[in-house]
Nanobody, 122 residues
Framework: QVQMAESGGGLVEAGGSLRLSCTASELIVSDYAVGWFRQAPGKEREFVAYINWSGDTTYYGDSVKGRFTISRDNAENTVYLQMNNLKPEDTADYYC???????????????WGQGTQVTVSS
């Protein structure tokens, strides 16, 4: 079963930074757009960021605009999520996936990974 693989999560203080990575061993990530999503405890999964296959188009969820940056290195088969000025409300499990046509419809997306946990302390 093809899955994305996320890494880079951890515990960080408010105002700090983390960089998440997304890759796949059985998928040529550079062939696809990639989305980052997150799910906080007790909440529904939500869209965070999107990047098209070439990297020249990006979208962000309103809550992360200006703080998070999505990028990709197709030579490394990896998509990154740079998260700066982290807030306690950013605490969640972060997932990457190949997005479907509607970014807010989680059922549209494919090849979900297992996620990486991000905890931001106040």
């Amino acid at each position: 079963q093809v899955q994305m693989a996320e890494s880079g999560g951890g515990l960080v203080e408010a105002g700090g930074s983390l960089r998440l990575s997304c890759t796949a061993s059985e998928l040529i990530v550079s062939d696809y757009a990639v989305g980052w999503f997150r799910q906080a405890p007790g909440k529904e999964r939500e869209f965070v960021a999107y990047i098209n296959w070439s990297g020249d188009t990006t979208y962000y969820g309103d809550s992360v605009k200006g703080r998070f940056t999505i990028s990709r290195d197709n030579a490394e088969n990896t998509v990154y999520l740079q998260m700066n000025n982290l807030k306690p409300e950013d605490t969640a499990d972060y997932y990457c996936a190949v997005p479907g046509p509607t970014l807010n419809r989680m059922e549209d997306h494919n090849y979900w990974g297992q996620g990486t946990q991000v905890t931001v302390s106040s």
